[in-house]
């Protein structure tokens, strides 16, 4: 059950007009009680959830770094194509 769904049927056993005051007290802590377990369910997975963000952003960086170094490459060598119109990958004798 989502902890907004308990929420909300806590909210509306607690403002009930019920006579039964015993009853509605009753499932009120139990209600309360199964709120507790979930986020404490829920406790055990924070640290794994954010571990694993954080991979995800640090593999993201480097694909973009990545990405620069293979455009200004890209770029590097087609600036040297059109420029002399000599091919810059050769290298160049001193005779």
Do not use: C
């Amino acid at each position: 059950m989502s902890a907004r769904l308990i929420l909300n049927l806590t909210d509306h056993v607690y403002h009930s007009d019920e006579p039964r005051e015993a009853d509605a007290r009753s499932l009120l802590t139990r209600m309360l009680m199964v709120l507790i377990r979930k986020f404490d369910s829920l406790r055990a997975y924070v640290p794994i959830v954010l571990a694993r963000e954080r991979r995800r952003a640090v593999r993201r960086a480097w694909r973009q770094v990545l990405e620069q170094r293979r455009l200004r490459r890209m770029l590097k060598w087609a600036g040297g194509k059109s420029g002399s119109g000599e091919d810059s990958s050769k290298p160049t004798t001193g005779a």
